[in-house]
Nanobody
Framework: QVQLVESGGGWMQAGGSLRLSCAAS????????MAWDRQAPDKQREFVAT???????TYTDSVKGRFAISRDSAKKTVYLQMDSLKPEDTAVYYC??????????????WGQGTLVTVSS
């Protein structure tokens, strides 16, 4: 009914940049908070950043000043600009969105994940 599709992952050297995108599709009436989490190998999934409907943002400390989350509400898309990448940023990045469907159900939806690998 609602899908999130991430793109933009890949391999990058430390110090480089990548931009992740996540597009929501399906029977969506409106999107609310959108966010990115990540899961590094052999570690628990952790919060990275969120952007609320009013545009306010929150970041985990380890990415502050390096990552920037943004959204295009008309396109139902959230972005994560990742600069000054570090090897410890290597992880599968998951997109999350809280959406209201055309049937007026509120869903907390996750994408399938996109792998980011940063080499030293």
């Amino acid at each position: 009914q609602v899908q999130l599709v991430e793109s933009g992952g890949g391999w990058m050297q430390a110090g480089g940049s990548l931009r992740l995108s996540c597009a929501a599709s399906g029977s969506i009436f409106s999107t609310h908070a959108m966010a990115w989490d990540r899961q590094a190998p052999d570690k628990q999934r952790e919060f990275v950043a969120t952007i609320r409907r009013d545009g306010t943002t929150t970041y985990t400390d380890s990415v502050k000043g390096r990552f920037a989350i943004s959204r295009d509400s008309a396109k139902k898309t959230v972005y994560l600009q990742m600069d000054s990448l570090k090897p410890e940023d290597t992880a599968v990045y998951y997109c999350n969105a809280v959406v209201v469907t055309t049937g007026l159900r509120t869903l907390d939806t996750w994408g399938q994940g996109t792998l980011v690998t940063v080499s030293s």
